[in-house]
C-alpha cells in the first residue's frame, strides 16, 4: 500500500510558476507509475500528467505540453510537477495519484493524495 501527501499549492498570478510535490511512504515506491490530476466542479477529474516507474516515460495532456513537467526522485519517494505559465484556468485541486501501470486513464491509479489547492489569479 502506498500512502501519498502533496504540497506546494498555493495562489499564484497568471504567468508564474509552482512546483507540486508528492511524498509517498512505503519501500514500493519505485514499483509505481505516478500520476497527476485536477478537479474542477465544472470537469471533475481531469488526467493532467503521468510518468512510468523509472521515469523512462511521460504522459501529458495536451493542454498542459510545454507548460508543466512531471518528474520523479525514487531516492526521496517523491514525484513532482512543475507548472510553469500558469492561467486562471488551471485554479484546480491538484491530486497525485499511484498505478502499477503507467497511463493516462486516472481509473487505473488505485492509491490517491488528499490534494492540494491550485489558484492562479489573472
Known amino acids: 500500500q502506498v500512502q501519498l501527501v502533496e504540497s506546494g499549492g498555493g495562489l499564484m498570478q497568471a504567468g508564474g510558476s509552482l512546483r507540486l510535490s508528492c511524498a509517498a511512504s512505503g519501500r514500493t515506491f519505485r514499483s509505481y507509475a505516478m500520476g497527476w490530476c485536477r478537479h474542477t466542479p465544472e470537469k471533475e477529474r481531469e488526467f493532467v500528467a503521468a510518468?512510468?516507474?523509472?521515469?523512462?516515460?511521460?504522459y501529458s495532456t495536451e493542454s498542459v505540453k510545454g507548460r508543466f513537467t512531471i518528474s520523479r526522485d525514487n531516492a526521496k519517494n517523491s514525484v513532482y510537477l512543475q507548472m510553469n505559465s500558469l492561467k486562471p484556468e488551471y485554479t484546480a485541486v491538484y491530486y497525485c495519484?499511484?498505478?502499477?501501470?503507467?497511463?493516462?486513464?486516472?481509473?487505473?491509479?488505485?492509491?490517491w493524495g488528499q490534494g492540494t489547492q491550485v489558484t492562479v489569479s489573472s
Open positions: 495519484a499511484a498505478s502499477l501501470v503507467a497511463g493516462t486513464r486516472m481509473n487505473q491509479y488505485n492509491y
Open positions: 510518468i512510468s516507474q523509472s521515469g523512462g516515460r511521460l
